[in-house]
């Protein structure tokens, strides 16, 4: 049952507006004599990284009057089904392909004709997971097709407004750069410089982790985390060997994409609890894994995750491809059995905003005569593929009511107050770096 | 349960929080709550990566202690009383966090010698002032500790020092609630963690999330179909060592007042707005407020006290409470109480609620015991010639658990019944032992969440309740009229006929 994500009510302190860029601290200083009852909050600062501009492309062309803050909430959403239903597309309200191509389009075509877009009055609604955990300052850094050889730079402020509101209100600083790629790169001692000293600070980079990214390398060594989606990585799962390096040199990456298949490992746990199945983890030796075709990421880590924590050392890693673009993989454990593994990419219709969502299990075993063929699915999929072969009937099959699609803005909330490093998370990516490296030899 | 290895995959799938680096300061340091429980507790989640390495523990007492003689003495206890050294690397990184400060309650000069020295160990063990206050001494000390505390303004910052004390919370509704104005003279109800520690376990927890996470039940939860309910907690053990404390306590201090109400009111209660310790502590406090013992004019037919007489329990021949050593051969302390509570609200009007608790019973065992309403008629015959009614048990003790009585035809041609049972129990499905609830509820007051404990209106209004009952008994000194029971038997015959008059029994459990 999808459930839809209402935005928290906002209060705003002020417009977005255009300042140079050694006029921020200025500009945010006197925000805060303006608003007497309002100050900021005292908590932790974060930094988006924004590759993709469609927040910008949705302003320009008039569709979109929110703060381009980079973050995917409601009201960018609203944005993005207005503009699909003036070109005439599907309406989704997801940055897809087409929206995009046909946004850009939009864009030259208006820029062209030297339409100004109407610069319209910034009516904050909307926010978001991240807004209503209640940081001090929110650094977007939106990377842009812009030509411009400087930085833009904006602010704003806005303030969540909580049910049991204490007696002042408590508000976030939004600062925006924008300008190319390489520029931003170019230009990380600016962004160093506006974030808040002695606040824990949180990065939230929408792209690939890349440890020779100066920009990226000098956040993370100041971020208590940096939070990654590998659901969005470029080149997909060889991007997973930049992270061991990263986590080696004592830095905090979190996937959220990682947390996205924890239904799936705490129901896979929870089938070998009982104690009368206990013994039988040890006789698994056939795994499938289906997923939503787009990304293999989750498939890998899940595979990574279990053969990290059986002890299964990766012998063998082959793309055998056909109609599922089938790749196999072989285990060897540590009593000598060989474990044999598959992900299989299924195609699907409408694979939500998530792509690459796990959609079955199955853990199996040679010997008609083991206890432990399990079966995990989710509701989307279905689990006809996988009861093939007559194991249903002696298995256990457990449905997940995956909660597909989870959303990435909550996701990175959830992550803020976390303190611990997920030792876990670790030891997976080794494993997984041990089996594409196979590949690669 | 021991033979079956841990489920690999199961490790580290918990996220859990982390609680900020702190010093856990113990008053009673030389105590064997300390050495036995806390310590341990605080040790064995030090080992499971649960707290972060600042984790620092301070020792007051009055004994002329050093830290290595105090470290020493704790080592002793991880070793007999809890799960052992494990890793003699982690014991010796854990136990330079730990320090002694000698101190006596009263001085202010011993509090103001502590406030230095967490000061100074603020700096070298970097716990950034977060401090939590344990008060495991004789609750006699409670007021005189919280007060010297304050004084040395060792309590002022709410957001980062806070107070834990360990029940009895008074030992009546004046001395609570002169217990609770002395603690909010000097903090805030935020900064106060008052301790039950039956709340910390699984089955008791575990019950908000039957009754709420389930819609099956609930709607079944009231007086439509609900006949009585029956909790129980008994114990085989007598009064042990404690005769000088139990002697001033008795069993309705010692249990009824807390541990049983606790559990009363998380089966009573209405669903909370959310889980937040507000929430569910104003549905516990609304609850409370509509309970009363449910025949005020006739105090015998609500409130039952007893004392165990000698008796046999395996083969043995066993002392009655007055033959106890340090017990007044003339006591009137009662060593079983059971009450039958009334509660005034739309869902449980008319609904009787039995609760007792008991030394020396036959059998160890906690539970809280839902009896539905009957058949309206019945058709079948049952094999055992009697009524049958469903019965919903929650289990604490032991083997925690839930099951559910029903009929069930029995084979063969003719349509005869018998009770059978649905059972869940958390070992079998979980393969691993519910845990201590002492690390529990010292990891949720390091992490600021208290959900899990009293807050001091609850505590007055669970006096409240008692009161009739308490002062009537306590008024009445002639060791002649307070029923007996032989140890080993489950309880005087006074408290059959408090279920009896209304057609109702006490489970054999």
Known sequence: MPTTLQSPPMAKLLSSKNVAINEIPAALQELWQVNANAQRANTFSVVIYEPAPIQQLLTALGFYDGPIDGINGPLTRDALAKSQQAYDLTITGKANEVTFTKLEEAYLAASKQNIAPTAAEQNYRAADAIAESGPSRIVTLCATNSTASELEAQVSAYSPIKKREQSAMLGCEYVMFSGNAALLEANSQIVQDVLLPDLPLYVWWKGTPKVDHALFSSLADRATHVLVDSATFVDSVMDFLSIPPLLTQGRSIIDINWQRIAPWQELTAATFDPPE??????????????????????????????????????????????????????????????????????????????????MGIKLDSSDPKANCTTILCSETAGCMRMESGGKAQSGLVEQVNSLADQNAEQLVADNFHRSNRDWLYAETMTVLSKILSLNAV | MTAILTNPLRVGLRQEKLPEPQIITIFGASGDLTQRKLVPAIYQMKLDRR??????????????????????????????????????????????????????????????RLKAFLGELDESRKTLGNRVFYLSVAPNFFPEAIEQLGAADMLADAQKQRLVIEKPFGRDLTSAQNLNQVVQKVCRENQVYRIDHYLGKETIQNLLVFRFANAIFEPLWNRNYIDHVQITVAETVGVEDRAGYYESAGALRDMLQNHLMQTFCLTAMEPPNSLDADSIRTEKLKVLQATRLA??????????????????MKGKEIPGYRQETGVDPNSTTPTYVAMQFAIDNWRWKGVPFYLRTGKRMPKKVSEIAIQFKEVPWRIFQSAAKQANPNVLVLQIHPDEGISLQFEAKMPGPDLRTRTETMEFGYDSSFGVKSSDAYDRLLLDCMLGDQTLFTRSDEVEEAWRIVMPALSAWESDRNPNTIPLYEAGTWEPIEAELLLNQHGRRWRRI
Not at chain 1, 322 to 339: C, E, V
Not at chain 2, 69 to 74: D, K, S, W, Y
Not at chain 2, 295 to 312: F, M, P, T
């Open chain 1, 277 to 358: 199945r206990r013994n039988a983890i040890n006789e698994i030796d056939l795994v499938e894994v289906n997923f939503e075709r787009g990304s293999s990421a989750q498939a890998w880590m899940y595979i990574a995750w279990l053969a990290g924590r059986l002890g299964w050392e990766p012998q063998s890693y082959q793309m055998v491809g056909g109609d599922y673009q089938l790749r196999q993989l072989q285990f060897l454990a540590s009593d000598g059995r060989t474990i044999k593994a598959e992900l299989a990419s299924m195609p699907i219709a409408e694979v939500g905003e998530v792509v690459g969502d796990l």
């Open chain 2, 51 to 112: 707290l972060p390495p600042e984790i620092t523990v301070v020792g007051v007492a009055r004994r002329d202690w050093s830290h290595e003689f105090f470290r020493e003495h704790l080592k002793q206890g991880v070793i007999e009383f809890g799960n052992g050294i494990q890793s003699e690397a982690a014991w010796e990184e854990f136990a330079q966090g730990l320090f002694y400060c000698p101190g006596d309650i009263d001085k202010p000069e011993s509090y103001l």
């Open chain 2, 295 to 312: 025949d005020l004019q006739n105090l015998e037919r609500c409130a039952v006290r007893g004392q165990y007489s000698s008796g046999w």
